[in-house]
């Protein structure tokens, strides 16, 4: 019995490929890839591997968190903001309050646990969509984002976090670099592969990754079968959070001072790479994988673009067209998916 | 609900089709219950599964249960018939767990019982396969079987789903049942509407169920499908399941019911053993039995005798 039924000859591999959400990531990273290594010498050297991967790496985290949300079912626009938020908190308690680097961190993580609480609480009390209640905590963030750092500093940013206590070690850990073959890779290239491969094995092969699909898929089918939907969701918005701390937290250690907008417009660009990477806008199908893949995508496209000495506003045609095509694509693979087979 | 007093119940009932509905079904309510009760004693030594006595349900001003009484026995098809509106989903959902009964009781296994949610019924062996919201259709088989029941391995934060078991699992539960599907992995999506319920059937009986509550498992299937779903109740049954079958098709639950309980605009129109029905009582008792009869009048005449206007 545990062999498979006769019947499945005939599907083979080339079904089995084609039904995964990756499949358009990974044809699109391949084209684009070819594309800019074929003209510039710099983008395929080893060296050029590591700046692509750099902006890769942090969008990626995000990426794969609002993948696990989107396959959850929802959306969450103040995830961009939040990595701003929590960076000013860093920076803002470790240089003006004392705190050092780690209690400053721990800080900004609980608020952006909080933040993704109401998300979740929100969005699961009210039943409005997350859409409209994450576009408020966007918009609600980023008043206090500018507002605060205003009437702390004068100025839109904060900055000076080289001297607080701590730095070297917390910088060392989130936003320092590893060496490979003679050339320095970010550390955070590692946080995200770490990241990617735990979201894929929650995600494939722990109930609450069952959950995850099951919420996002059919939300009454699942509580009909006893599946914690609330309690599934408010720990997605939660994720995402953590993950907007941990973005917030590497890009601040970074560059030591944080924007009072950074991170505004980031929001859309983590859906459109969770979307290339095949997850569907209405919830209950997509990867981690995918979503990582569709960083990569971004990060080749944004280095690449510099690289071939063009103008860096075409990144913005480019991001509007990889949509369009992967959300086509995903459409294309998801229906033969479904195809009903007898 | 074999003994005698039911008898000439059927006769009673299909006596007073031809009036109109409203006060009469009403009025009938009483005697049906009565007779339920003064039977029940003799219909078996086993203490019933499942059985309401004179439940009710009223949502604000709307009543929309009253006076139900039925049994689910082991091994047994009990069906609920009637239309839309008549209190099937209602009856369900007290079955169920969802509602507690406003009026009357709900006993399992002979004692009340009180649930507070559906998993608490769950837990007791009530099993309930909705029509619509059995299944995820992305989802795959395997991953659909074990929606929030999933089997683990290892402990700590390395608990993970045993995939492995899983699947297996599914192969031997689905073949089992006799029921015959390709690819475990495949998603829910791409199986027909019979051996989706097929499978939902066959996911109640793995894990445990004493009781199988089906909503209209056959009301969207054409003739052969409807069959094969017809086929796998008889194999619950023949495990030893109490079954509740719900449905609004005489044709789909006179083969397999062994008692039947017709429910018209919430309220029972009595409980009969097989023996005390025939297809055709049971056809005639469906609610539309009479206002077809009612309707067919209206349409062959040019003045109907009625109120001409009345909505049906």
């Known amino acids: 019995m545990t062999v498979a039924d006769e019947r499945l000859a005939g599907t083979g591999l080339a079904r089995r490929l084609l039904i995964r959400p990756e499949l358009g990531a990974v044809v699109g990273a391949i084209v684009v890839f070819a594309f800019f290594a074929g003209q510039s010498e710099t983008f395929r050297s080893i060296d050029g591997v590591a700046n692509w991967l750099d902006p890769a790496s942090t969008l990626g985290i995000m990426a794969v968190a609002i993948a696990l949300l989107m396959i959850g079912g929802e959306f969450d626009l103040s995830a961009g903001v939040l990595?701003?938020?929590?960076?000013?908190?860093?920076?803002?308690?470790?240089?003006?309050?004392?705190?050092?680097?780690?209690?400053?961190?721990?800080v900004a993580l609980v608020v952006a646990l909080l933040v993704g609480f109401l998300n979740g609480m929100i969005v699961v009390r009210t039943k409005l969509p997350s859409f409209i209640v994450t576009l408020g905590?966007?918009?609600?963030?980023?008043?206090?984002?500018?507002?605060?750092?205003?009437?702390?500093?004068?100025?839109?940013?904060?900055?000076?976090?080289?001297?607080?206590?701590?730095?070297?070690?917390?910088?060392?850990?989130?936003?320092?670099?590893?060496?490979l073959g003679g050339t320095d890779f970010r550390v955070a290239i590692l946080w995200w592969l770490g990241i990617t491969a735990l979201a894929t094995w929650v995600l494939m092969r722990t109930r609450p990754g069952n959950w995850i699909f099951a919420v996002g898929g059919d939300e009454r089918a699942a509580r009909a079968v006893g599946v914690p939907a609330d309690r599934t969701k408010i720990a997605l918005f939660m994720t995402t959070a953590v993950a907007a701390w941990l973005v917030g937290s590497i890009l601040a250690l970074r560059f030591t001072s944080v924007q009072a907008n950074a991170g505004l417009g980031q929001e859309f660009v983590y859906i459109?790479?969770?979307?290339?990477?095949?997850?569907?806008?209405?919830?209950?199908?997509?990867?981690?994988?995918?979503?990582?893949?569709?960083?990569?995508?971004?990060?080749?496209?944004?280095?690449?673009?510099?690289?071939?000495?063009?103008?860096?506003?075409?990144?913005?045609?480019?991001?509007?067209?990889?949509?369009?095509?992967?959300?086509?694509?995903?459409?294309?693979?998801?229906?033969?998916?479904?195809?009903?087979?007898? | 609900m074999s003994a005698t007093g039911d008898a000439p119940a059927p006769r009673e009932a299909g006596?007073?089709?031809?009036?109109?509905?409203?006060?009469?079904?009403?009025?009938?309510?009483?005697?049906?219950?009565?007779?339920?009760?003064?039977?029940?004693?003799?219909?078996?030594?086993?203490?019933?599964?499942?059985?309401?006595?004179?439940?009710?349900k009223t949502f604000g001003g709307?009543?929309?249960?009253?006076?139900?009484?039925?049994?689910?026995?082991?091994?047994?098809?009990?069906?609920?018939?009637?239309?839309?509106?008549?209190?099937?989903?209602?009856?369900?959902?007290?079955?169920?767990?969802?509602?507690?009964?406003?009026s009357g009781v709900y006993l399992v296994d002979g004692a009340p019982a009180a649930f507070t949610s559906p998993r608490d019924a769950l837990d007791r062996g009530i099993a309930t396969v909705y029509q619509d919201l059995a299944m995820i259709p992305l989802m795959s088989v395997w991953r659909n079987f074990f929606l929030g029941s999933e089997p683990s391995l290892g402990r700590g934060p390395l608990r993970r789903f045993d995939v492995a078991r899983a699947k297996r699992t599914v192969r031997r539960e689905l073949?089992?049942?006799?029921?015959?599907?390709?690819?475990?992995?495949?998603?829910v999506g791409t199986l027909s509407g019979g051996e989706r319920q097929s499978?939902?059937?066959?996911?109640?009986?793995?894990?445990?169920?004493?009781?199988?509550?089906?909503?209209?498992?056959?009301?969207?299937?054409?003739?052969?499908?409807?069959?094969?779903?017809?086929?796998?109740?008889?194999?619950?049954?023949?495990?030893?399941?109490?079954?509740?079958?719900?449905?609004?098709?005489?044709?789909?639950?006179?083969?397999?019911?062994?008692?039947?309980?017709l429910l018209n605009r919430g309220a029972s129109m009595g409980e009969y053993g097989k023996a005390d029905i025939t297809r055709q009582e049971l056809t005639s008792l469906m609610a539309g039995g009479a206002e077809l009869e009612q309707l067919a009048h209206e349409l062959s005449r040019d003045e109907p005798p009625g109120g001409p206007k009345r909505t049906l």
Request: glycine residues 14%; proline residues 3%; neutral net charge.
């Open chain 1, 83 to 106: 990595t701003g938020s929590t960076g000013l908190i860093m920076v803002i308690l470790s240089t003006r309050y004392g705190l050092s680097v780690w209690t400053a961190m721990l």
């Open chain 1, 137 to 179: 905590t966007f918009l609600m963030l980023q008043g206090v984002n500018l507002g605060v750092t205003k009437a702390l500093t004068g100025t839109v940013q904060v900055s000076g976090l080289r001297r607080a206590e701590g730095y070297d070690q917390a910088r060392a850990l989130l936003a320092g670099t590893f060496s």
């Open chain 1, 272 to 342: 459109i790479a969770a979307v290339i990477g095949g997850c569907l806008l209405t919830g209950g199908y997509g990867s981690a994988v995918g979503a990582s893949i569709g960083a990569l995508i971004f990060g080749m496209a944004d280095k690449g673009i510099v690289f071939l000495g063009w103008d860096a506003d075409w990144f913005k045609f480019f991001l509007g067209a990889m949509l369009l095509l992967a959300t086509l694509a995903n459409r294309l693979v998801r229906r033969y998916a479904e195809e009903v087979r007898h």
């Open chain 2, 15 to 56: 006596a007073e089709t031809p009036a109109p509905k409203g006060a009469d079904a009403e009025s009938s309510v009483p005697a049906e219950a009565g007779g339920t009760h003064g039977t029940r004693g003799g219909a078996g030594f086993a203490v019933p599964l499942l059985e309401t006595r004179e439940c009710g």
């Open chain 2, 62 to 102: 709307v009543i929309a249960l009253r006076e139900v009484s039925m049994q689910v026995r082991a091994g047994e098809v009990t069906c609920v018939l009637g239309d839309n509106g008549a209190g099937k989903s209602t009856l369900i959902k007290i079955l169920s767990g969802v509602h507690p009964p406003d």
């Open chain 2, 175 to 187: 073949h089992s049942m006799g029921i015959d599907i390709r690819d475990v992995d495949q998603p």
């Open chain 2, 199 to 261: 499978v939902a059937i066959a996911r109640a009986v793995h894990f445990g169920a004493r009781v199988l509550i089906l909503d209209e498992p056959t009301s969207a299937l054409g003739v052969k499908q409807a069959g094969v779903v017809l086929r796998y109740i008889a194999q619950a049954r023949d495990r030893g399941l109490g079954v509740v079958f719900i449905t609004h098709n005489p044709h789909h639950a006179y083969p397999i019911g062994d008692r039947f309980l």
